[in-house]
Structures are given as C-alpha cells and as structure tokens.
C-alpha cells in the first residue's frame, strides 16, 4: 500500500512539474515558417512555436481567420518579416487579438527586418504605377543564410531578454546553430560555385537576397511589376530577353499559376525551377536547413540539364 | 575615428614583432603617425565648425554587424568606429507619426428601369478617407469619413483599447454595429454595388445601424478548435427609420455572438447571432431586430490568389412598433433574407449572384426611399415584400481597383418590376488596408 502511495506521488510529482514546465515556456508566434523554424533552433524545448502563414501560400495573401486570434491570445512573442510583407493581414489580427504584449511597439512584438540585411530599398519616388511595391525595402530577406543567422541571433536575445533564467541555454543553442549554419553553407556554396554569375528569370522578386547570397544574377521577371499578372506583351518582352542573354532558367514560387512560365521555358528551351521561398513549401521540407538543401539541389540540376 | 583607434593598435603591433629592429626606426614611424593624427585632428575640427546640414556622413553600413538586442544598443550608444552622426533625424521625421490615410472611391452607374428605387445614372457615390493610428499603448484609433456629392458623413471614429485585462476589448465613438455581417461592412468591401433588399427595408440600407457609442467584446471559452466572441453595444439610440432617441435613457443596444471554426486549412464557416434593441421613432415603445447569418469560406491556400468560394446568407426579423394607434395592431413584424455566392475564377475575375427577399411595413421608410406613398388603402400594419435577384461580375485590375457590373431584377411590393444594370468602379489611393474577411 505505501509502495503504492509511494508511486502515485511520484507520478502527481512528476506530472506537476510537467504542468509547470509547460507553464513556463514561452510561447511564440511567428508571421511564417522560416520564422518559426528559426525560432525552434534557438528555443527548442523552451519555447512552443507556431506561425500563421503556410510555407506554400503567397505570404502577402492570407487570410485574417479568427482562428489565429485564438493562438495569438496566448503568445508571448510575436515575430514579424515586416516591411509591409503582412500589411494586408496582420494588422486587424494584432488588434482583435485582446493581447496586450504583442501589439506593435510592445515588448513582445519583433519585427525581424531591423535586424537583416535588406536589399531592393526604394530610392527616389515610389508610386503603385510600380506596381505592389514595398516601399521600406525587399521583404522576402530571409532567403540568405547570414540573414538567418542575424534572424537566429535576435531571437537569441529576445528570448534571454524575456526568459534570463534560460538565456545560457538560448546562447549555447545559437552557437550551435551557428556553427551547423556555418557548416552547411560551406557545402551549399560549394555546390553553387560553379553557377556562380549565371544569369536567371524570376517571377516575383522573391529571391534577391538569395541570388546575391548564391551569386546568380536575376535579369528580368515574369511579372511586368510586382503584383500585376503577366501580360502577353511583356510574357515576349521576357522570352526575347531571355534568347538574347542565354538565359534559361525561370525560378517560380509554389503559389503562382505556371502556364507562363512554362510557355517562356518552352519558347527559349529553358526549364522552369519551382523554387521554395519557404519552409513548409513542400511536406519534407520542414526546417531552414532542409529549405536550402531542397533550393540548391534543385538549382544544381536543373543548371545541369540547360548546360 | 578609426585612425586614432588604429595607431596605437598598429604601435602596439610593431613593438610587438619587431622588438630587435633599430629603435629609432621605430621612433621616427611614431612620429611620423603623430604628425598625421595632428593633421586628421585640425581636419576634424574644420568639419565641426561647418554646419551640420554641410556634412556629408557616410551611410549606415548596409550589412550591420550582428545584431544585439535594442535596448542593449541604446544604452551602449553608438559602437566605437561607428560612422559619426551629426545632427537630428529632421524635422520630416516628425512626419512618421502622422496617421494611415487612405482614399476610397467608388463611382456607379445605373442603367435601365429603376422602378420604385431610381437611383442616379451616373454618381460618384462615396468618397471614403481614412486616419488610422496607435494613439498610446493602450489604444489605436480609426477614422472613416465619407464624402458623398454634397454632403459629408463621419462613417465612424472610434478608439480601441487594445491592452485591456481578461482578453477584453472595448470600442469607443461612432461606429457600425456588429448587428450580422453587411450592416458591419463599409460599401467598398461589399460583394455587390448595393445591399440586399433586407438591408435597404429593415436596417436602414447603406447608413445602417452606425451609431455612437461603446462596444465591448470578449473571446469566450469554447471547445478547442471553435473562436467564439460576444459582443454587446451600447449606442446613443438614433438609426434614420428604425430606432430613434428622444431622451438619454433611449439608448439602444446590439449583442452579436459569432462562432467560427476552420473545416480544413482551405474551409471555414462563421455562424452568428445578433439581437438590436431600440426606441421606436414611430411610438413611445421599444421596437427589436433579430438576426442570423451564416459564412462559408472555401481558399486552397496553395492557389488562394487564383480560386475561391464564399457563400453568405443573412436572415432579419424585425418587431416595430406603429403609431399613432389607427388599428388593433400597431406592431409589424417584417422578415428578410438574402443568399449570395461569390466564386474567383481567376486571379482577377469574380462570378456572383444574389438573391434577396424582404418584407417591409407598408409605411415605413426604407433606405434609398420607395417612391410610393403609404398606401392608405392598406391597414398601417400591412406588410409588402420585395424579391430581387442579381448577377455580378467583377475584375480586379489590381489590388488598389476595381470594376464591377451587377444586372438586378427586383420585383416590389406594389407590383413593379425594375431591370436595371448597376456598374461601379472603386479605387484606392494611400495607406494599404487589410483585405476584407
């Protein structure tokens, strides 16, 4: 009988410290899978991560579901991409969402463009006769690995900031990101090397962190402007442009329709690479490492196969 | 600044390797060093004397060194060999904390027989602007005015406090009530060029139940997976034909209860309840509205910019209460609903149809108005109905425009028929807003 009290309160014991345990995790909302799965590399066991948008729909398109109020009631952190990438949903969601640490300007709000590198940074006048532009820079920044590395670091400290108690273990389990990062780019840059310079045609201007990162030079894009669909016109504007340069490559995000692309790819004798600007794009793609090895092993072939 | 960092660093390393070279050597290299640090001194001095405006300061490095937390940058100051700043951010800075403004405007046409509701050939029916702004950390504040041809109108003002304990929201100023779904949507969302008959007989058409006042509401506890909020709303009590305050303690109140659960990632569906209650302005007594609406959603996530589905349906009953007293029954209750369907199919292209079916009092106003008289014919408590059906086809040049065209077929009350077609086109100019849900 003792033995058994014995073990029952073990077992209450144990499963209080599990209740408090989870108590204390902090619990993390990112904006989008990269965020998400940056977050899990710094945070692991400490934290709950979850993100809004899926890694294979248009992050600038998506919907404000009620149903994200309800894990953004509960966040103690909210992680942003920022630079209007969320400007058609976000906004309504952090309103509505009755939680105080996470409205803009809190504690618990980080918008992770302060912290990256960030190219395509409108000069002079910007007007929507440009299209859907984003006005404060390129949001689509965390397609260069050294940005998930600045990305990985603030969260770093965010969450010491938040949790001191963990920081060490914040600082240990960065470090050795850092150094999987570290080594995991060396062999992607290896396998880019030799395509370093080639020159490629994008649909959307997703991807100038990652062709600056890898060295590929983007020439021209499917869409005649950022947001607007491809025309006839400029679908031929692009097929010439891609004769004259030899250029044979077309990088497209999962999200958008093919039927240009391909029409291009298959005028100019090129290929059509669907490119994932995302984790999550594709089921086994399910963290930041895994989404570079999938881009980069899918870049190598197809630069193999229009050699 | 990195050069009187560097000399000493570089002495330090020359003292280091060469400890066996000729010291004199050693020496006149020093002093050469010090001549130049004289030199980069005086040049400095000459830049501070020139007004700030006249530097040239070298930009922020584009590649940051990695990040440190904010505060700990702030306390810090500026890192040693960073670029000297000099000077303020500007009085343009000040201008960042302006609010969001946006233009909306939305011109319609009308072609063919309007019937009892002509409305205008061609209007420019609403210019909408809209001031959007974090007042504190406590609240942010939404301005909606809407300027029609002649007149101007403050759709809605109000302050929501957005940092309130138990997950509580509370809304303050003018705004629309949450009594359904069309009554809460500005016209630029809407699905259609108009609003369905039940809207135009019973909830005062475009104007609405939009009244000043508090709203308060909460995310309710629910099985997992189920958003569940109420909302209750306490407003001044005046809606043009359907509540009216003639005292303080006139004020009317709206209690919405929304339910919403996703089926799968790509459907969802939204069911509600709403009840309004408020003086009659045809009688010293209370007359009530009652509704129920109902919301599915179909996007596949991986093509949601090319496909999607929403069908809506509204049902409204209304208890008003008639005066003066001509007969045994001064109360109506009229009843209407509308069912609609929405399909993209394709990134610019929407399909639509409506179909609406609304009674109405037989003298009671209606918003745009009946052009016939009450029918004194008929006892005051009569009740005609109105049936509409229409199609829509709308195209979204981009996200900032669109065009829209909606043949209407509406059979009133009083035996007219109007065929009419509707077209409008909206734009948007300024702060990018939220897309509808």
Redesign the interface.
Same mark, same amino acid.
């Given at each position: 009988m003792s033995k058994r009290l014995f073990a029952s309160s073990v077992l209450l014991l144990t499963a209080a410290a599990g209740i408090t345990q989870a108590a204390s995790k902090l619990n993390v909302m990112t904006a989008t899978q990269d965020l998400a799965s940056l977050a899990r590399e710094v945070g692991g066991d400490l934290i709950n991560a979850d993100s809004i948008a899926?890694g294979? *729909?248009?992050p600038h398109?998506?919907? &404000?579901?009620?149903?994200f109020?309800?894990k953004l009631?509960k966040a103690d952190l909210l992680v942003v991409v920022g630079l *209007?990438l969320e400007?058609?949903?976000l &906004?309504?969601l952090i309103?509505?969402s009755?939680n105080?640490k996470i409205?803009?300007?809190?504690p618990g709000y980080l918008d992770m463009s302060?912290?990256c590198?960030i190219l395509e940074i409108p000069t002079g006048q910007v007007t929507?006769a440009m299209?859907?532009v984003h006005p404060l820079g390129n949001p689509h920044y965390w397609l260069d690995p050294?940005n998930g590395?600045?990305i990985a670091?603030?969260l770093a400290?965010?969450l010491?900031?938040m949790q001191p108690a963990n920081a060490a273990a914040f600082a240990q389990r960065y470090a050795d990101f850092d150094k999987r990062l570290a080594a995991a780019e060396k062999g992607w840059e290896a396998k880019m090397a030799p395509y370093r310079g080639r020159k490629v045609v994008t649909y959307h201007r997703s991807w100038p962190n990652f062709c600056d990162h890898f060295g590929l030079v983007v020439v021209d894009y499917v869409e005649p402007k950022p947001?607007?669909?491809p025309s006839p016109v400029h679908t031929l504007e692009v097929i010439n442009t891609m004769k004259r340069e030899g250029i044979k490559l077309i990088l497209v995000e999962?999200?958008?329709?093919l039927r240009a692309p391909n029409k291009i790819a298959q005028d100019v004798g090129g290929q059509v690479a669907v490119l994932l600007p995302s984790v999550g794009g594709v089921k086994q793609v399910t963290d930041y490492f895994q989404l570079f090895d999938y881009d980069i092993n899918l870049l190598v072939s197809l630069f193999e196969k229009v050699k | 600044m990195r050069v009187f960092m560097l000399v000493p660093a570089v002495a330090a390393l020359f003292a280091a390797q060469l400890p066996a070279q000729d010291t004199t050597e050693l020496l006149n290299r020093m002093k050469a060093m010090e001549d130049r640090i004289r030199a980069l001194e005086a040049e400095v001095r000459t830049l501070k004397a020139q007004p700030p405006g006249t530097v040239a300061v070298a930009a922020p490095a584009?590649?940051?060194a990695?990040?440190?937390?904010?505060?700990?940058a702030a306390a810090q100051g500026p890192p040693p060999g960073a670029p000297l700043t000099l000077g303020g951010a500007g009085p343009a800075a000040a201008k960042v904390l302006n609010p969001d403004i946006s233009v909306i405007g939305d011109f319609l046409g009308a072609a063919g027989n309007g019937a009892n509701r002509g409305t205008p050939s061609l209007q420019m029916h609403e210019s909408e602007v809209g001031f959007q702004e974090?007042i504190d950390?406590?609240a942010?504040a939404d301005f909606f005015i809407s300027f029609g041809e002649q007149g101007v109108n403050l759709e809605e003002g109000y302050l929501?406090f957005?940092?309130?304990p138990a997950?509580?929201?509370l809304k303050v100023g003018k705004m629309r009530a949450a009594f359904g779904k069309v009554n809460a949507l500005h016209n630029h969302v809407l699905p259609w060029t108009d609003r369905p008959l039940v809207s135009q007989n019973l909830l005062s058409g475009e104007d609405g139940i939009d009244d000043a006042g508090l709203s308060l509401s909460?995310?309710l506890p629910a099985p997992k997976?189920i958003?569940l909020?109420g909302t209750a709303q306490v407003f001044r009590g005046d809606t043009d034909g359907v509540f009216q305050a003639d005292k303080r303690s006139h004020v009317s109140t709206v209690g919405h209860l929304?339910l919403?659960?996703?089926l799968n990632?790509s459907t969802?569906i939204?069911l509600g309840g709403s009840f309004a209650r408020g003086h009659s302005p045809w009688a010293d007594a209370w007359n009530q509205l009652y509704g129920a609406d109902a919301t599915l959603?179909w996007?596949p996530?991986?093509?949601?910019?090319?496909h999607s589905f929403v069908a809506r349906g509204e049902l409204i009953w209304a208890r008003t209460v008639l005066a003066p007293v001509r007969s045994n029954s001064p109360i109506v209750t009229p009843f209407g609903f509308y069912v609609s369907g929405e399909y993209q199919f394709a990134?610019?292209w929407f399909l639509g149809a409506r179909f609406d079916r609304s009674q109405r009092g037989n003298c009671l106003p209606t918003n745009p108005a009946t052009t016939t008289a009450c029918d004194t014919r008929l006892p005051l408590n009569a009740l005609l109905q109105d049936t509409g059906g229409s199609l829509l086809l709308t195209y979204w040049p981009?996200?900032?425009s669109q065009i829209r065209g909606q043949l209407r077929r509406t059979r009133y009350g009083e035996g007219l028929t109007a065929n009419e077609l509707l077209f409008q086109f909206q734009f948007s100019?300024g702060a990018?807003?939220?897309?509808p849900?």
């Open positions: 899926m294979y *729909q248009d398109f998506v919907e &404000p579901k009620p149903s109020l309800l009631q *209007q400007i058609g949903w &906004p309504p309103t509505q009755r105080s409205q803009v300007g809190a302060q912290s590198q929507r299209g859907d050294d590395r600045r670091k603030t400290a965010k010491s900031e947001g607007i669909p999962p999200y958008f329709d | 584009a590649a940051p990695l990040p440190t937390a904010p505060v700990e974090v950390p406590y942010r929501t957005t940092a309130l997950g509580l929201q909460r995310i997976g958003f909020e929304r919403y659960r996703d990632e969802n939204d959603r996007k996530l991986r093509r949601a910019i090319y990134r610019r981009s996200e900032f100019m990018h807003g939220a897309h849900f």
